[in-house]
């Protein structure tokens, strides 16, 4: 069994108010977790958030990185300067990045590349819109983003958000995760990383919750959970966890 990992992604949200309350709940809640944590702040907030978790078993991450290590790139931050901050983590592929910025699955890849050569665990974010799923093609979509979007020798976990369950309040029914997931572990087998036995986490991600948590972190092939809005609630985040 892997040990569930929860990763809450503040997306632009927050600010030091709180960074300090979070970091101070979830430090005096850490030593009764039994699950990973991370904290996925806003760029600005992460030497923070990092530094107020620090001795403690919480990691921070990034919410994305340029793929090359420094350069010309206005606005942009390099996965190494993300561990400079002190980040073990960092989110790449976002829906919301795909989306607003043209995010293609090769580039995720050397995104991905770019963040374990930096010393960051990648967690690369996959799923299909509503328009995808309603014609019934979730399958051939999530396959090709494993495929293009995965670098060999991934190390790193995957999260299977399905576009349409995020931010909704409408989060995938459990069979159909399962169904989705077990699918994905298939195709993790294909491209060579389970190695006969599991060892890439498979996280859900989409309107997870305090009260649904539970349900879904119980379900076959779910290895955690990636959480937005409920992981900018302290005690909500830590119910999850
Ligand atoms: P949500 O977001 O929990 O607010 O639906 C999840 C995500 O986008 O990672």
Redesign the pocket.
């Known amino acids: 069994m892997l040990r569930k990992l929860v990763?809450g992604?503040w997306?632009m949200n927050g600010s030091l108010d709180l960074v300090r309350a979070m970091t101070a709940e979830l430090q005096s809640a850490a030593p009764d977790l039994t699950c990973d944590l991370v904290v996925c702040p806003p760029a600005t907030l992460l030497f923070e958030v990092a530094r107020a978790l620090a001795g403690s078993r919480i990691g921070a991450g990034g919410q994305d990185c340029h793929e090359a290590g420094n350069g010309a790139h206005t606005g942009d931050i390099s996965a190494a300067m993300l561990r400079e901050a002190g980040a073990s983590w960092v989110?790449l592929g976002?829906?919301?990045r795909r989306s607003a910025y043209g995010e293609t699955d090769s580039m995720v890849r050397r995104k991905a590349v770019a963040a374990a050569a930096a010393g960051l665990k990648p967690i690369i974010?996959i799923g299909e819109t509503e328009q995808e799923r309603d014609a019934g093609r979730e399958a051939e979509v999530i396959g090709a983003q494993i495929r293009g979007s995965i670098p060999e020798g991934f190390d790193g976990v995957i999260?299977y958000?399905p576009v349409w369950?995020?931010?909704?309040?409408r989060?995938a029914q459990a069979q159909d995760i399962a169904h989705i997931h077990a699918f994905i572990r298939t195709q993790l087998e294909q491209i060579g990383l389970e190695h006969g036995g599991r060892n890439t986490r498979v996280l859900y991600?989409?309107?997870?919750?305090a009260d649904n948590a539970g349900l879904i972190l119980a379900t076959q092939n779910v290895d955690g959970v990636?959480?937005?809005?409920?992981?900018l609630i302290p005690g909500d985040f830590i119910a999850i966890a």
């Open positions: 990763v992604n997306k989110i976002h829906s919301e974010c999260a958000e369950a995020i931010g909704t309040g989060s991600g989409g309107s997870v919750k990636l959480v937005g809005g409920a992981s």
